[in-house]
């Protein structure tokens, strides 16, 4: 689950999400998940999930592929 930190600058709580909240969701979902089913999993937004699951792509933990406008992705 999501954890809460304090911003230092504003002093506003910023919600932080872990790789493995991600990695989770991908790998819960079965053979291919969407990026807003992820982001419904996890409770970040649809972009928040976007970002972090193409970092992860970048690190070679998950794969992607385009389908029509959607992007599925799956465990490598």
Do not use: H, N
Request: glycine content about 10%; some cysteine.
């Amino acid at each position: 689950m999501p954890g809460k930190d304090r911003d230092e600058g504003s002093g506003k709580y910023t919600t932080t999400y872990t790789d493995e909240d991600f990695l989770r969701a991908v790998e819960q979902a079965g053979p291919q998940i969407g990026t807003q089913a992820v982001a419904d999993e996890v409770g970040c937004t649809r972009d928040t999930a976007y970002r972090r699951l193409c970092e992860l792509e970048d690190d070679g933990e998950v794969v992607s592929r385009k389908v029509g406008m959607a992007r599925l992705w799956s465990v490598e």
